[in-house]
């Protein structure tokens, strides 16, 4: 189902995130670790964290990323949780 994944150079423990499926259709996820909302939070003094694209993962290597996204796939949960990409 997956094709592929494109992994944007991780920043403050944030990434972009792009998946590909084998159909064409793409989708973006904004992916950041448990420290990495911990440190935005703390750094903008926010009282709540909400992104909507929100990829929550442990670390950025690839296979913790696609162990992820292929398990929202295998739910049908692309589409709600990540913001289609024009083909």
Not at 4 to 10: D, K, M, S, T
Not at 13 to 34: C, K, Q, R, S
Not at 53 to 79: G, N
Request: aromatic share 6%; charged share 30%; glycine share 6%.
């Amino acid at each position: 189902m997956i094709r592929e994944i494109r992994i944007g150079a991780p920043v403050d423990d944030n990434a972009d995130v792009i998946v590909i499926l084998v159909d064409g259709h793409g989708y973006a996820f904004t992916a950041f670790t448990p420290r990495g909302i911990e440190k935005q939070m703390t750094r903008e003094q926010m009282a709540h964290f909400y992104v909507e694209d929100l990829l929550i993962v442990r670390d950025f290597h690839e296979a913790t990323v696609r162990a992820a996204l292929e398990d929202i796939a295998s739910r049908d949960r692309l589409d709600p949780g990540g913001i289609r990409q024009s083909e």
